[in-house]
């Protein structure tokens, strides 16, 4: 099937996904200039990645996919041949672009014209003159750490003074580094530097089986695990062409809320706690204690790491499993229920809630937040809902929106989408297509480039698979929507005071190793 | 108020006294007994993720919800290494965290103690050791004990802290 997508007269034929998606192949200009038209016409960027193909035909690569109501739109621009190639920077047009930016030259050694050239993924862990997403460059080869300091951009006045946090942090979470330059309590600017959990998982894709990479995908944001994974076997088996069968998506979907669940759990208690509330803090930590629970008898793990799997998902569920998790689905929505009064009529908690970490909807859509930030800020996206892949093209799930775009709108967003999570999984265990859980998927054949789509918890998860010959992984690139949401915490922030930025920050709740792979 | 009161009531105390899960309890007790036999006081645990996935980081996260209430016990998650007896590290290492871990090790005072949790500690995972992974946590600090699993249960995780510091 070839299929016309037109966008301000852009044409694209038809690319394997999950979704309605459409590829062009354009020059240096028009990659540029189409990124424009494709902003105006409402477009977000969802994910750039470079390539190396210099074994092929002598040139780099790079890819921008491109979000819209109703489809996505693959761009790919074949660089000049040369050794250290440039291509115009899409950050003017669209301001996360600069992070990937970034990291692209870390890894590729292909440049835009942009002027920020600070290493980014790159802190000294290789040698300035290494790439290490280029073929020739053997994946096993470690270097000394040479590092050397990062140029954060100075304030200078009258009693303003800098804090610099991290990258090991008070608490039981990842590592990043946040620098502060305040005067008093109140902050005056925010730079965060991340890519301290870099791994090298791009490269670590390049030597696996099409058959193992869902495990990887699964551990680059561990509390996404279903949502990269399920993210991956849609783009492998979008290139096999062989569709999981509907008990698997429906067992998929079911574990994907679950996942959402938990985090959303997770994250109202420590935001309780973040506000000087510790009864929310145990009382929520119990409720996601007693889910992941249940995981392990429907699932056979407490996270799912290794449930979805190519053609389906590895286990079903045991027979009496519908029937106890509709039992635990009513005490949870007893217990959220009851707590959401809790926390809407506790003063004190409000106060904090309120008012902080202001991202207004004009500047979230000038700078592409997406997912749950988004949504706390009035972007309506959702991908179950504009695209819903199946199951979800069955259950007709409701977008959750806020619009104050505060610590009290994600709050109110996770609330929100508990419910309507809940109300999926009931539908889900209802429906229960029966059928196999796994149909066999074969290697897809060599040179094809596939993208899956997932909603996660924190927004659409995307993976691109290109394949290579006898069932390996050409390329794979992973995004997290980290990436598009943690510059919004250096807009957020400055004006708040030094002591609401954890608040702050856990409202967002970003992923680091999903954002540095 | 009154709602707040009386979901703290309903509620009750959950810390589990008898299984399940299997053993977690005696563990529990046994652990408390070592712990003032041995320390006489509280132990602080620093945990360091040194390029985690964060799937380890959402157990260790468990062990503090009222099931396991490692605070009952007293077991300390401390904001510094300074006042830590022990590091709980996760992850393989990557090498933009080895000069932090190092220096976090550093800083934590004599006698101290290393747990590596979950597999990516204990042997690298599945990320391996690569251009920007160092591989398990013991190719970079001296490591007492690891905890094998992806991720570990947090009963897992109770147990090698309590075997460390009886044998240590």
Avoid at chain 2, 11 to 19: D, S, W
Wanted: hydrophobic letters at 40%.
């Amino acid at each position: 099937m070839n299929m016309t997508v037109d966008f301000s007269g852009l044409a694209g034929q038809e690319l394997l996904s999950n979704l309605l998606c459409t590829y062009t192949k354009v020059g240096a200009l028009r990659w540029h200039q189409d990124a424009e038209a494709l902003r105006a016409a409402g477009g977000r960027l969802l994910t750039l990645w470079g390539a190396d193909d210099r074994d092929r035909d002598g040139r780099f690569r790079i890819y921008a996919a491109y979000l819209f109501r109703d489809s996505v739109a693959v761009f790919e621009h074949p660089m000049e041949q040369g050794a250290n190639p440039t291509y115009p920077s899409l950050a003017e047009i669209f301001p996360c672009a600069l992070h990937m930016e970034r990291s692209v030259h870390d890894l590729f050694g292909i440049t835009s014209m942009e002027p920020d050239h600070r290493g980014w993924l790159r802190h000294g862990g290789w040698p300035r003159t290494v790439f290490p997403l280029r073929r020739d460059f053997d994946g096993s080869q470690q270097f000394p750490i040479d590092s050397q300091p990062y140029p954060f951009v100075q304030v200078e006045g009258d009693g303003v003074h800098e804090i610099a946090v991290g990258p090991v942090h008070a608490g039981t979470i990842e590592p990043g580094h946040f620098r502060f330059s305040v005067v008093g309590e109140k902050v005056l600017r925010l730079e965060e530097r991340l890519g301290y959990t870099h791994k090298g998982v791009s490269k670590r894709f390049e030597e696996m089986s099409q058959m193992e990479g869902h495990r990887l995908a699964a551990r680059l944001s561990g509390d996404s695990a279903v949502a990269f994974s399920w993210a991956y076997c849609a783009a492998l088996e979008a290139i096999a062409q062989t569709p999981c069968p509907l008990r698997a998506a429906s067992l998929r979907a079911l574990a994907l809320e679950h996942e959402r669940l938990a985090n959303h759990l997770g994250d109202l208690g420590a935001l309780g706690n973040d506000a000087g509330f510790a009864f929310g803090l145990t009382q929520f930590s119990r409720m996601k204690e007693d889910l992941v629970r249940v995981n392990a008898s429907a699932f056979g793990a407490r996270y799912l790491f290794d449930f979805v799997v190519p053609g389906g998902v590895s286990v079903d569920l045991p027979e009496n499993a519908p029937r106890s998790l509709l039992d635990h689905y009513l005490a949870l929505e007893e217990g959220v229920s009851s707590l959401r009064a809790i926390y809407d009529n506790h003063a004190g908690i409000q106060d904090r809630f309120r008012d902080a970490g202001v991202l207004k909807q004009e500047l979230a859509e000038k700078l592409g937040a997406i997912g749950l930030v988004g949504r706390a800020s009035g972007v309506s996206m959702d991908l179950r809902v504009d695209h819903p892949y199946p199951p979800y093209d069955r259950l007709e799930p409701n977008l959750v929106t806020q619009s104050r775009g505060d610590v009290a709108a994600r709050v109110q967003v996770r609330f929100d989408e508990i419910s309507e999570s809940v109300r999926l999984c009931r539908l889900l265990l209802e429906e229960s297509a029966s059928g196999p859980i796994r149909a066999d998927c074969p290697f897809a054949p060599p040179g094809r480039l596939g993208l899956g789509l997932i909603e996660g918890w924190r927004g659409p998860v995307v993976v691109a698979l290109e394949s290579g010959p006898d069932g390996t992984i050409r390329r794979c690139h992973a995004h997290d929507p980290s990436w598009q949401n943690w510059p919004l915490l250096e807009y957020v922030i400055p004006g708040n005071i030094v002591a609401d930025f954890p608040l702050i920050n856990k409202s967002f709740n970003l992923s680091y190793s999903g954002h540095d792979g | 108020m009154l709602n707040t009161l009386s979901r703290m009531i309903r509620t009750g105390i959950l810390t589990e006294t008898i299984p399940p899960p299997k053993a977690a309890s005696a563990q529990v007790e046994g652990l408390q007994m070592d712990l003032r036999k041995i320390l006489g006081r509280a132990l602080c645990i620093r945990h360091v993720d040194a390029g985690s996935c964060n799937g380890c980081e959402l157990e260790i996260q468990a062990l503090n919800n009222p099931y396991y209430n490692l605070e009952g016990i007293g077991i300390k998650f401390v904001a510094s290494p300074r006042h830590a007896d022990l590091l709980l590290v996760t992850g393989p290492v990557s090498a933009n965290m080895e000069e932090a871990l190092k220096r976090t090790l550093d800083a934590v005072p004599n006698p101290k103690l290393v747990v590596a949790v979950g597999d990516c500690g204990a042997c690298g995972g599945v990320f391996g050791s690569n251009y920007a992974s160092r591989g398990s946590v013991a190719n970079v600090i001296p490591v007492h004990r690891t905890v094998t699993g992806c991720p570990p249960s947090p009963a897992a995780i109770l147990e090698a802290i309590r075997s460390v510091f009886v044998e240590y």
